[in-house]
């Protein structure tokens, strides 16, 4: 049968509260049909390597078995590997008549077993009418235990493992009535922590640790009631700080700082309910100061200037949420002064002057409503060839840092 529970489970125990786990695909079910009188032993279904039903035998796929109706009226079935005819399951028993040939049988009663095609034990869990209860065990191909935990009215209960191949131990927690409760740990292949966080009934509380494989710590933080709250550091592998930025329930809020790899400050600045509020500043690599800017609830609001890796004045300017208003000053990288003119509501207005990178003017435009009514060159030195390569320019909102 299909087991892609087994993939749920391990996905479910492998999710710390920062990391992100493979997309589980929901098991797909056959077409069900009215039990017949089968007989004992022959074969009901085929099915493909996805354990969809076929009509013929798939090499790459399964078939299944009818085995026999207990007395109490429950049915008997078991899937082989179409291959090599090696059993895929041992024989097991369900209630409904509808599960015949479904891959995902949901009516279980009793224990299931089952096996890789080499002849090695997969997975063993009991069922009573179709919920998981007891001890489970999961196995990798080459017989070494995968994972061991315990189910409760089809909840996940008690203490859960999970191996990496190499036997080193990869998750460990409790669950109560299938959420995280307690302390959670997950490590490294090469044995060393991962990851270290509380719950209480499935939400994360306290601190929050993770490291990189070398030891070197990654993530600082703390949860309250499964939302971030307080400083949250970051880290690079090298031990370098990345970010330190603050959270209220789960919002960032307050001081926010990052860096570069080589210790030099990034960007510096506050935020109020997750969005960027008051006056923000971007650094080049070398030290430099990129951007200065002003922020209201998340968008541009104020006096926003820009500056080349050189310490030269890149554009100067005001926004009004988030548009540009009022006048702007472009520059060479040399200090000239490139282009000047006025924005309303984000569109160029009025006259535009453009210079030379030698400080000689070199043409104005006139513009109304965003639209080029006249253009006049003073000079024949050639910088802009066409309307297009200006607006890119004066509309141009500024640039973060390079990186």
Not at 112 to 136: C, D, F, H, P, Q
Not at 280 to 290: C, D, E
Not at 364 to 383: A, F
Request: hydrophobic letters at 30%; aromatic letters at 14%.
């Amino acid at each position: 049968m299909q087991y892609c529970r087994r993939l749920i489970i391990l996905a479910f125990i492998l999710s710390p509260s920062l990391v992100y786990t493979q997309e589980i695909n929901t098991p797909i079910e056959s077409v069900t049909i009215a039990l017949p009188h089968y007989k004992k032993n022959t074969i009901i279904q085929n099915y493909d390597k996805d354990w969809l039903p076929v009509d013929k035998t798939n090499n790459n796929g399964y078939y299944r078995k009818f085995l026999e109706t207990t007395p109490n009226g429950r049915f008997v079935i078991q899937d082989f590997y179409a291959k090599n005819n090696a059993k895929q399951s041992d024989p097991f028993t369900f209630t409904d008549e509808k599960d015949i040939t479904a891959s995902r049988i949901k009516s279980i009663d009793g224990p299931l077993v089952l096996w890789y095609r080499n002849g090695k034990k997969s997975s063993e869990k009991t069922y009573i009418k179709g919920k998981e209860e007891g001890a489970y065990n999961f196995w990798y191909s080459d017989g070494k235990q995968q994972a061991t935990g315990a189910y409760h009215d089809g909840l996940l209960n008690g203490q859960s493992i999970v191996w990496f191949n190499n036997g080193q131990k990869q998750a460990a927690g409790n669950f109560i009535d299938g959420k995280k409760n307690g302390k959670w740990q997950y490590w490294y292949d090469n044995g060393t922590a991962s990851v270290e966080e509380n719950y209480d009934n499935g939400k994360a509380i306290g601190d929050f640790r993770k490291w990189y494989s070398n030891g070197q710590p990654e993530i600082l933080g703390q949860f309250k009631e499964g939302n971030k709250i307080g400083i949250w550091q970051y880290w690079f592998k090298d031990g370098k700080q990345a970010i330190e930025e603050t959270y209220q329930d789960n919002l960032l809020s307050g001081h926010s700082k990052t860096w570069y790899q080589s210790g030099q400050l990034e960007s510096e600045g506050d935020y109020e309910n997750g969005q960027e509020s008051g006056t923000w500043v971007y650094w080049h690599k070398n030290g430099s100061k990129a951007i200065e800017a002003q922020y209201n609830n998340g968008r541009l609001d104020g006096l926003s200037q820009t500056w080349y890796d050189n310490g030269q004045p890149e554009s100067k300017g005001n926004y009004i949420a988030n548009r540009q208003n009022g006048v702007w000053t472009f520059w060479f990288n040399n200090g000239q002064k490139y282009t000047e003119g006025v924005f309303l509501d984000d569109e160029p207005s009025g006259v535009w002057r453009i210079w030379t990178p030698e400080g000689d003017l070199r043409e104005e435009d006139t513009y109304e409503n965003g639209k080029l009514l006249e253009r006049n060159i003073t000079s024949q030195e050639p910088l802009i060839e066409s309307k297009k390569e200006i607006e890119p320019v004066i509309n141009a909102p500024p640039a973060k840092a390079n990186n």
